[in-house]
């Protein structure tokens, strides 16, 4: 084997294992923005089961708030709609629905003494207000996951391996403008 033989294939062998490096890494960003996403979903289907439970506590004391009670539970199917099936924009728009919802009850809650002495509401507040903030906090941790994924699949060389391989953009979990701002449950209470 000639000399010029021996570096075509040395060449070649370094071009594949930077392929399969380049290849590789693709891969991790794509599982990191599908494990992000996960960590979402678990905090939605928590709040998503105990959503039934404060709409019930409150359905004791506010029995003329019906209306925001029903807004507050069709909000909560439209998130688990767009949560089963993965459609980010419209978690979006659904997560702005359900936190107006419950702002709007939480507020309402302010005319019911009995409402915010009871143990289970206090409880069922406080709780829903972590997963609230639990969310927000995954929810930052996935836009950067899904940011360096698109990042990378964008930038060359990784574009080749990426557009071969069909590696897809994943989407931003955006919310309106009105979502942005920050629902402080605790203040509604005070």
Known sequence: MS?????????????GAYAV????????????VSKAWSNIDVLLKQRHDE?????????????????????????????????????VSALGKAESG?????GQLFALAENYPELKANDSFQ???QRISGL??????????????VNLN???IEQFPDVIIARMFNFPAA????????????????????
């Open 21 to 32: 490096s380049l290849y590789n890494g693709l891969v991790r960003l794509k599982h990191g």
């Open 98 to 102: 359900l936190r107006a919802g419950l």
């Open 132 to 145: 609230e903030n639990g969310i927000a906090d995954r929810r930052e941790l996935y836009n950067e996951a």
């Open 123 to 125: 409880h069922l507040q």
């Open 51 to 87: 959503l039934p439970k404060l709409v019930e506590t409150c359905k004791q004391y506010m029995q003329y708030e019906g209306s925001t009670l029903e807004r507050v539970i069709a909000a909560r199917s439209a998130v688990a709609s767009a949560r089963e099936q993965q459609d």
């Open 150 to 152: 698109n990042v990378r």
């Open 3 to 15: 000399l010029t033989a021996v570096i075509v294939i040395v060449v070649l062998v370094l071009l």
């Open 171 to 190: 989407e931003l979990l955006v919310f309106s403008d009105a979502e942005k701002a920050d629902v402080d449950m605790k203040s509604l209470f005070n």
